[in-house]
């Protein structure tokens, strides 16, 4: 079985919602671990129906190395983002994991990502479940 993380931080509503969509499509047939950069997002998406948690850089940085398919937003590589809650450390494990990663283009740093048009949260997930996971999965 195909491990799926899910990493988000703040208030872990992206992360949430990202997980619900995943419920919604998949079922319960995935195992999904979602790791938030604080409580209040591990909280959120554990709630989302994650099947287990944790929370902190350094379950991060510990379990990113041994995932499958890391999802989240394009700030979990970004050294400092999130406000600084993704700490140097959480974006170089994240972006030196060996799992594949999908990330949504959706970032509050002075970043901007050439190629997006600013499509909504929902029709992002539907496009990364549809184009990426459905392969994956089938």
Do not use: H, W, Y
Request: aromatic share 2%; glycine share 10%.
């Amino acid at each position: 079985m195909i491990i799926f993380c899910v990493i988000d931080g703040q208030g872990g509503g992206i992360g949430a919602t990202i997980i619900k969509r995943l419920r919604e499509r998949f079922g319960e047939s995935l195992e999904i671990v979602a790791l938030g950069t604080n409580a209040i997002a591990t909280s959120q998406m554990l709630k989302a129906k994650a099947n287990r948690g944790a929370s902190g850089e350094n379950a991060i940085v510990r379990t990113a190395g041994q995932v499958d398919l890391i999802i989240g937003p394009l700030g979990i590589v970004v050294a400092n983002a999130m406000m600084g809650e993704v700490t140097p450390a959480v974006a170089s494990a994240v972006a030196s994991s060996p799992a594949r990663k999908i990330l949504l283009p959706l970032i509050q740093e002075n970043i901007e990502v050439v190629g997006t048009d600013g499509i909504s949260l929902p029709l992002l997930i539907d496009e990364l479940i549809e184009k990426n996971l459905k392969n994956i999965l089938a």
